[in-house]
């Protein structure tokens, strides 16, 4: 794994002063995070604490009561809207559950994107989706087929070729290997970092999955209490004197993904 600089020049997210509020439930509360260029940054924490809520405060979908969202040096919140679709295109969103439109294929789910916003024929893009496609490690056959009928896996690589649409500088991927098998999340985490590398991506990713944190995560940041507890390399975070954080690091699933990581790393 890459080693993130901690430098601002180098956060092409930097999240300030955020605070969300649902009627009169506080999920963040003066919350801070950056993150930076290359990395793939894990974030984890308690049901509740707002993860997919951070996400999609980051990305536009949820605005918040206070705070700041700079991504690639623009404060999100503030931008016309003309620029903020062009900062918007800069990055590609995979939700929790894929999210694809039912009635359309694959191909037509892919090609959305490229006829919305880059204004591409529907040839044009359409033939361009069977590229993304086939980066996400699907088939070409898959193109034709519509989501009911793909399998959980399948389904996860159609909504990140989808993603990966307008070539973004930065991947968000909400819990992107729930629901997998152990052979398929493993799989899916290969591609993460085969596309990462091969595209220079940064990916901010949601999850619960203890190996995809030791196989693939650069920084974890861990929310707690409202806030970032502590966002730092994994040796790190693992030491944390938090009760949530030794329950999870160190418990059963920790210390067996803590052991598969440094047998395959053992390997190399």
Not at 6 to 21: H, K
Not at 95 to 104: K, W
Not at 164 to 190: M, V
Request: charged share 20%; glycine share 10%; aromatic share 6%.
């Amino acid at each position: 794994m890459i080693q993130a600089a901690q430098s601002w020049d180098t956060a092409i997210v930097r999240v300030q002063g955020l605070t969300n509020r649902f009627g009169s439930h506080t999920v963040h509360q003066q919350l801070n995070l950056d993150v930076y260029q290359g990395e793939v940054l894990g974030v984890v924490g308690g049901s509740g604490t707002g993860k997919s809520v951070l996400l999609r405060s980051i990305v536009g979908l949820q605005r918040p009561v206070e705070g700041t969202v700079h991504i690639f040096n623009e404060n999100l919140l503030t931008l016309a809207p003309t620029k903020r679709t062009q900062v918007e295109s800069r990055f590609g969103v995979l939700f929790q559950r894929g999210a694809l439109f039912s009635s359309l294929t694959v191909t037509e789910n892919v090609a959305m994107p490229l006829i919305e916003h880059a204004g591409l024929s529907r040839a044009d893009a359409e033939h361009l989706a069977g590229l993304k496609i086939a980066l996400a490690g699907l088939p070409a056959a898959a193109g034709s087929q519509y989501p009911a009928s793909l399998s959980g896996g399948m389904i996860k690589r159609a909504a990140l070729a989808r993603a990966l649409a307008l070539d973004p500088a930065i991947l968000f991927l909400d819990e992107p290997t729930a629901g997998l098998d152990p052979i398929g999340a493993g799989a899916f985490d290969q591609l993460i970092i085969t596309l990462r590398d091969a595209l220079g991506l940064t990916v901010f990713l949601v999850t619960h999955d203890l190996d995809t944190l030791y196989t693939i995560c650069d920084r974890v940041a861990v929310l707690s209490d409202k806030r970032v507890l502590v966002a730092d390399r994994l040796g790190v975070v693992e030491t944390t004197q938090d009760p949530w954080v030794q329950d999870y690091f160190h418990g059963p699933r920790g210390r067996a993904a803590a052991y598969a990581h440094q047998q395959a790393k053992g390997m190399k």
